[in-house]
């Protein structure tokens, strides 16, 4: 298992950089700059000039990415372009509502996601199954900005239960709980049906194997059976997906962001890409491509733990 790890860390640090490689370079083909932005919507051609040498874009593409590369390695992110802060203070001010609406997403994914697709296991076909099954479907194949869009559209501006935005809120939405709702349950929707679907098949060939109809043949309860011998062989894969949803969770938040206004990372992100701020395009980048792969690994690990025979050696 420690080599497994350390060989996983080296791809990762090197995947990391890989996409921050790639994300510089998309950047650099988007049309005009920093310079440009701040010059002004009539930008005069010196001034663009000056402002291109005091933010440092007369160098080459490989040369800028090098030394903002050799300053992360020595702990400097950078300053912004557009705001002239360090970008370690701008991520620190805008991390804690991107880390609450993901956190809280999380929590409340994992046991709903495994209610749910228990609950479909217990009885397959029957009237339960079919209705969990089959809005899990419908509700997964609606794009996020789409769901964004109707529920806000529903339950805030329709309704009025809920505010349409964050905006007002500041940098602590656990402050006003009631801005967290729709984001949150934009959040889950796609997520919950994907991983419910993987418990609840993996429940029905747990419950439908050897060692469970042992169990039940040695007097154990059915719920026993069913929450302590068939669901940790059941969750393995869902371990694993719930990996790949963090990943699709990272591009969900700056949807979700963009449109209930959460002052965010996403949020953060689209201006950066807006205004051209390179420094805060890649840093974004490098803690997205990091977080994945730490994710990934803890879940393979993870995975690992809850079945051991997957190595082989059974």
Known sequence: MHGYVVRRLSLGLAQIVLVTALVFALTEALPGDAAVVLAGDAPDPGRVARLRHELGLTGSAAERYTGWLLGVLRGDLGTSMIAGRPVAAFIA???????????????????????????????????????????????????????????????????????PTAIGAGGDLLADPAVLVLPVLVLLARPICSISRLVRGGMIDALGSGYAAHARRLGLAPRRVRWAHALPNAVTPAVQQLARTTDWLLGGVITVEAVFVVPGLGSALTGAVAARDVPVILALALLFAATTVTVNLLADIAAYRLAPRSDGAG
Do not use: C, K, M, N
């Open 93 to 163: 001010e805008s991390g804690p509502p991107t880390a609450q609406l993901a956190a809280i997403t999380l929590l409340l994914l994992v046991p709903l996601a495994v209610a749910g697709g228990v609950a479909a296991a217990v009885r397959p076909g029957r009237a339960l199954d079919r209705v969990i099954s089959g809005t899990s479907v419908a509700l997964y194949a609606v794009p996020e900005f789409a769901l964004a869009i109707v529920l806000g559209a529903v339950f805030a501006l329709r309704l009025g239960w809920l505010p």
